[in-house]
């Protein structure tokens, strides 16, 4: 335990106002459990304080020692004031609160864009297969779970068509398993085909507008034409009129 000068000081001058070489050696060997000729030697009292000083400072006893010194002669001024203020000196320090942690804002993942239309019929249309064989498999399996536990108990019966019940239900599995491959190669080529109609479509239909347009042309002209012819004849009509 370090000690300050000042400390040091005021702890030497009490027990020097307090006790006699003597009395200093009997509350020692009662208080502290000690021997003051092992512990702290001196040629005289003023020695013998300081080392007894030095030798609880060491030993981490020095609030033992000031203690002790006080009760075995309460009605000194100077070892009362002693022990009210060593109180304050080893004290333990008031606990720091810890700081409030402040909530950390978790960043939250993008949304996914929405799909459109045709992806999510595609999807459908490649899910819909999928969950067909899957159900045919797992129909298949029982099926075969079933017949193996009928088979248990009337063995004797199932016996000669065993064979081809296992039979059938291999070929039905295998069949599953070939439509959905099927299934999962056919649908690029259709994807593949259906937008090639809708290109064919789309350049049929301009095709036909650009076809359309001289018609429309070549009827106004000849509706213009047919317009001067009137306008002509009845200017004719006219002049005879007046002639």
Excluded: C
């Excluded at 033992?64 to 333990?92: G, K, S, V, Y």
């Amino acid at each position: 335990m370090l000690l300050t000068g000042t400390q040091i000081q005021r702890i030497h001058k009490a027990l020097l106002d307090g006790y006699t070489p003597e009395s200093l050696r009997q509350m020692v060997r009662i208080a502290l459990d000690e021997r003051m000729e092992v512990i702290a030697g001196g040629a005289n009292l003023s020695d013998q304080v300081m080392n007894l000083i030095e030798w609880s400072a060491a030993h981490d006893r020095t609030p033992e020692l000031i203690a002790a010194a006080h009760t075995h002669n309460p009605r000194n001024a100077a070892l009362a004031a002693l022990d009210r203020d060593a109180q304050a000196w080893f004290a333990a320090p008031a606990p720091v609160a810890p700081a409030a942690q402040q909530p950390v804002a978790t960043a939250q993942p993008p949304a996914a864009p929405p799909r459109s239309r045709e992806t999510r019929t595609m999807t459908r249309n490649r899910t819909v297969p999928i969950t067909l064989a899957v159900i045919s498999a797992t129909l298949t399996l029982l099926l075969g779970l079933l017949v193996n536990l009928a088979s248990t108990y009337i063995a004797e019966a199932l016996r000669p068509y065993a064979p081809w019940v296992f039979v059938l239900l291999g070929v039905v599995f295998v069949a599953s398993v070939a439509v959905l491959i099927w299934q999962m190669r056919a649908e690029p080529a259709s994807s593949s085909v259906d937008a090639a109609g809708a290109r064919i479509e789309q350049s049929a239909t301009d095709g036909s507008a650009i076809v359309r347009s001289p018609n429309r042309i070549a009827g106004a002209d000849n509706a213009a034409i047919s317009q001067s012819a009137a306008n002509k004849s009845r200017i004719e009509d006219s002049g005879n009129s007046i002639e």
